[in-house]
């Protein structure tokens, strides 16, 4: 199994910015790709950004232009760096990695982002 563990999250005035990072351990040679998702209250979560093992990147049409997801394997941790940030991104958001054969998902514990003046 895959385990991560987000941190990076906190309350921000809107226009600024926060990077999240998400640690991934465990059978990090199995990850086949990991992204950020945004849980807001009474609303499904939702993706944001995925990278995959090759690099290929995937956003949120919300977020394109705003946020960039990156990673460093040496560091077995991806990046969530979020400018211009509105209140409408406020959300707990989550890291994710697709892993294994068989495919399963593990997910983080959540970071709350608040963005708010």
């Known amino acids: 199994q895959v385990q991560l563990v987000e941190s990076g999250g906190g309350l921000v005035q809107p226009g600024g910015s926060l990077r999240l990072s998400c640690v991934a351990s465990?059978?990090?040679?199995?990850?086949?790709?990991m992204g950020w998702y945004q849980q807001a209250p009474g609303k499904e979560r939702e993706l944001v950004a995925e990278?995959?093992?090759?690099?290929?990147?995937n956003y949120a049409d919300s977020v394109k232009g705003r946020f960039t997801i990156s990673r460093d394997n040496a560091k077995n941790t991806v990046y969530l760096q979020m400018n211009s940030l509105k209140p409408e991104d406020t959300a707990v958001y989550y890291c994710?990695?697709?892993?294994?054969?068989?495919?399963?998902?593990?997910w983080g514990q959540g970071t709350q982002v608040t963005v708010s003046s």
């Open positions: 990278i995959t093992s090759g690099g290929s990147t």
């Open positions: 465990g059978r990090i040679f199995s990850i086949i790709a």
């Open positions: 994710n990695a697709l892993a294994g054969i068989p495919k399963y998902r593990s």
